[in-house]
């Protein structure tokens, strides 16, 4: 290469993005459930367990908060508490997309530049871990980001249904660079492994490029639909948190959460 032709030191950096200013915060939920049919409208102290988690959301205090809703009757109970519910398509083969659907429908003019994803059976979430997972996103490299809990049971280290986040994290570190998520037991070697929770935070782009993205071929594999964003070089970035939350499952999950919010929201 000849001296005209080498441009290091003088070529343009390559752009960066600007922390996001304006988050929305976007609950999706459908009634289909096998395990809990309606959970979304099962009552928690006293309140739908939507309306339990737009609460959590709101407390977050992030941005303004929408629920995602695929039926009627989801939208009409967060209505009447007082929240904002955006009916989609029933059949949207993941939150993400969903989420995707009801904020165009909402911001079609793009004024909301990161959307953060809480998923609709978390009513007992604080509202900490939810800024968590909108944190990393202050970072210009992070189109995505997550949350992880370092694992303490010993039976979850093998556990398939625990899905393992592989980070590059430094000792002491509370967020690092997700480098691959998977069912098996992994990283290899000494040093704690990190239960990965479903809960995202993506920039407004990243969003619409991810839910534009065919499926990849480890995401099949694995069945973890994040491995798709890493397949196609998207950057996800994992902040650590002290606890898993409550997911709402099974009538079991649901009398702990009711007996968890009795503590906190006056019957």
Avoid at 99 to 115: M, N, Q, R, T, W
Wanted: proline residues 11%; hydrophobic residues 45%.
């Amino acid at each position: 290469m000849n001296a005209s032709a080498d441009t290091r030191g003088t070529a343009n950096p390559p752009p960066s993005n600007p922390p996001p200013s304006n988050p929305i915060v976007v609950i999706p939920a459908r009634m289909a459930s096998t395990r809990l049919p309606g959970k979304p409208l099962a009552d928690i102290g006293g309140a739908p367990m939507i309306v339990q988690v737009w609460r959590r959301a709101m407390e977050a205090e992030i941005g303004p908060v929408v629920v995602a809703c695929a039926e009627p009757e989801i939208a009409a109970a967060v209505e009447t508490a007082g929240g904002t519910a955006v009916l989609t398509r029933p059949d949207h083969p993941s939150g993400s997309d969903r989420i995707f659907e009801a904020v165009s429908l909402l911001d079609p003019e793009g004024k909301y530049d990161a959307v953060v994803n809480v998923q609709g059976d978390l009513p007992t979430i604080e509202p900490a871990v939810v800024r968590a997972a909108f944190a990393p996103l202050s970072d210009p490299q992070v189109d995505i980001a997550t949350l992880v809990v370092e694992i303490t049971r010993e039976e979850e280290r093998t556990d398939p249904n625990v899905v393992k986040a592989i980070l590059e994290l430094p000792p002491g570190a509370r967020r690092g660079r997700a480098l691959y998520f998977s069912r098996a037991t992994a990283p290899w070697g000494d040093g704690p492994l990190f239960h990965h929770i479903g809960l995202y935070a993506y920039r407004r782009a990243a969003l619409e490029r991810y839910v534009r993205l065919p499926p990849s071929a480890l995401e099949q594999r694995e069945r973890l639909e994040q491995l798709r964003a890493l397949a196609f070089g998207m950057r996800i970035d994992a902040a650590v948190v002290d606890a898993v939350p409550l997911g709402v499952d099974t009538p079991a999950d649901l009398e702990r959460a009711r007996a968890i919010l009795a503590k906190r929201t006056p019957l």
